[in-house]
């Protein structure tokens, strides 16, 4: 069996989803999911052109090659991590149908068949707490037990400016890291509000997207402290881990972080030194299926529970399920499509999510057919759809 086509499509969904397909010559295909970014199908294509040819059960030498192509003997992270990424997805998936297998058999089976799934609540429709609160009650109905909101959105005491010569250009005024005891205030009225709307027994975490300082944030996550709180996302920027382990050693509210981060090599210091509580790393983002497991089995030397950030179409979210479903230390992965109507009908059968969990079958694969009309109807524009013009 060799690998005869590597191809794309770009879906425009809250995110674009750009999914790829491996074919080969003996009639079996794989069908996986890279992370959104500009120029990520192009660098699939690019990526993908090295494995023309060989056997596509051989995934981690193709996953080698394909890194050693891109980056020489140095290291890569960034869109070329994801578009092979994307790859790695799609092969696993090949492997495993070409088995009649789950892929998560792969991945030395399951420990779990049922993977508890978290809503992305992004933030209520004004900025009192109620607002937030109504949003988690109607959250909870639908059959969520776990859901996440973001604490850094405009509020009373922080305001979203846009340039009106470009309203792509957008920050928020002031810009600066500092959390003012008012905003701080809001922020603990916001949480008392969810936490009261949906009672003690759902998971509730809490995002900041990197937005503070130090001080600052440890304030926040010890005030919190009584709410009991699943965790405080990104509390400070990235590129800091002494940062993060700062705030994680200042406050019994659990930090979660790690979106950002490529690679097993890229979670070593903030594993090793237990610089947050929980890893979320992005599976179709920092390197795929196998990356992911070896991430978490590091963390697991720490006890450090695997929550992975998710922002993909029902392709890459199922394909990760299965990783997640042989990761002994996982504990929730999220959903961030619950404006998008269509989500679920993007593959054929029940929706992936049922009541705030996926349960996974024993098809082969990841188990998913795309349902090409939903796919195709919202392609993104002037993009391919599979080697076909949008």
Known sequence: MKITRVSTAVIAGNFDWVLVRVETDAGVSGLGEAYWGAGVAELVAKSSECIIGE??????KLYEKMIRRMSGAGSLAGATVTAISGIELALWDLVARSLNTPIS??????????????????????QTP?????KARATVAAGFTALKFDLDVPNPYRHLVVDDTDPANHWFEPYNRTIGASERQWMVEVVAAVRDAVGPDI???MDCHWKYAVPDVI???????????????DPVPPENIAAQAEVTRNTRTPTCTGENLYRKHGYRELIETQAARIIAPDIPKMGGLLEAKKVADHADTYYIPIAPHNVASPVGTVAAAHVCAAMSNFLVMEFHASDVPWWATMVDGDPPIRDGFITLTDAPGHGLTLNEDV??????PGTTFFGDAV
Not at 55 to 60: E, L, S, Y
Not at 130 to 134: L, P, R, T
Not at 221 to 228: G, I, N, S, T, V
Request: aromatic share 10%; glycine share 8%.
């Open 130 to 134: 109620e607002s937030f609160a109504e």
């Open 105 to 126: 058999t792969l991945f030395g089976g399951r420990f779990r068949d049922r993977i508890r799934i978290y809503a992305d609540c992004h933030a209520g429709a004004d």
């Open 219 to 233: 304030k926040l996550a010890q005030a919190l402290e009584q709410f009991d709180l699943l965790w405080l996302e």
């Open 55 to 60: 056997d596509p059960r051989n995934v981690g």
């Open 375 to 380: 796919a195709r109807a919202n392609a993104k």
């Open 203 to 205: 998971l509730v975490g």
